[in-house]
T-cell receptor, first 112, second 112 residues
Framework: QKEVEQDPGPLSVPEGAIVSLNCTYS??????FMWYRQYSRKGPELLMYTYSSGNKEDGRFTAQVDKSSKYISLFIRDSQPSDSATYLC????????????FGQGTRLTINP | EPEVTQTPSHQVTQMGQEVILRCVPISNHLYFYWYRQILGQKVEFLVSFYNNEISEKSEIFDDQFSVERPDGSNFTLKIRSTKLEDSAMYFC??????????FGPGTRLTVL
């Protein structure tokens, strides 16, 4: 079983839709969870950073963590064409010099 | 807004040659990382660096790889004898207090 699993998509939705992106993981030691956005041939851009279970909201983005199910989600409200990118989940077990374990990334297209 | 910078943006080299990839982390960050992403694959951890020494390294980071912080601002990744399979995007990242990592734009390494 892969440590972090993420559906690679592609996922295509109309502008204004609510987008739901998900990752599952197998390592129960993971405590820190991140979502990054990556445009083609660019570096990952941090969107959300959460610790342990619960919800976190930042503008149109909401991150959810369910440690009991080993499942994390990112919701994008009122999606825009500029949100079209690959979304990567990443997680780590420790806070120090933490090694991030990434999912495969989900390629998202928002159609005008 | 401070950001991680990397040079060069693209490096082409012959198999067996040495390459040095350079990074300038965000100035008040204390933790530094290198990751790589082979085209179409997930982002993979290579090494983390804190307090002038390697904190953790992956199986990929073998004797052909080394890292250095030669001065107060630069962080470098050296590959001593490049192989075809080293062709990838290499990302530098940094964090403060071992929290969320901020990534640079990457260096695309092409080994011929």
């Amino acid at each position: 079983q892969k440590e972090v699993e993420q559906d690679p998509g592609p996922l295509s939705v109309p502008e204004g839709a609510i987008v739901s992106l998900n990752c599952t993981y197998s390592n129960s030691a993971f405590q820190y969870f991140m979502w990054y956005r990556q445009y083609s041939r660019k570096g990952p851009e941090l969107l959300m950073y959460t610790y342990s279970s619960g919800n976190k909201e930042d503008g149109r983005f909401t991150a959810q963590v369910d440690k009991s199910s080993k499942y994390i989600s990112l919701f994008i409200r009122d999606s825009q064409p500029s949100d079209s990118a690959t979304y990567l989940c990443a997680m780590s077990a420790t806070q120090g010099a933490q090694k991030l374990v990434f999912g495969q990334g989900t390629r998202l297209t928002i159609n005008p | 807004e401070p950001e991680v910078t990397q040079t060069p943006s693209h490096q082409v080299t012959q198999m067996g040659q040495e390459v040095i990839l350079r990074c300038v982390p965000i100035s008040n960050h204390l933790y530094f990382y290198w990751y790589r992403q082979i085209l179409g694959q997930k982002v993979e951890f290579l090494v983390s660096f804190y307090n002038n020494e390697i904190s953790e390294k992956s199986e990929i980071f073998d004797d052909q790889f080394s890292v250095e912080r030669p001065d107060g601002s630069n962080f470098t990744l050296k590959i001593r004898s490049t192989k075809l399979e080293d062709s990838a995007m290499y990302f530098c990242a940094s964090s403060v207090g071992g929290r969320a990592q901020f990534f640079g734009p990457g260096t695309r390494l092409t080994v011929l």
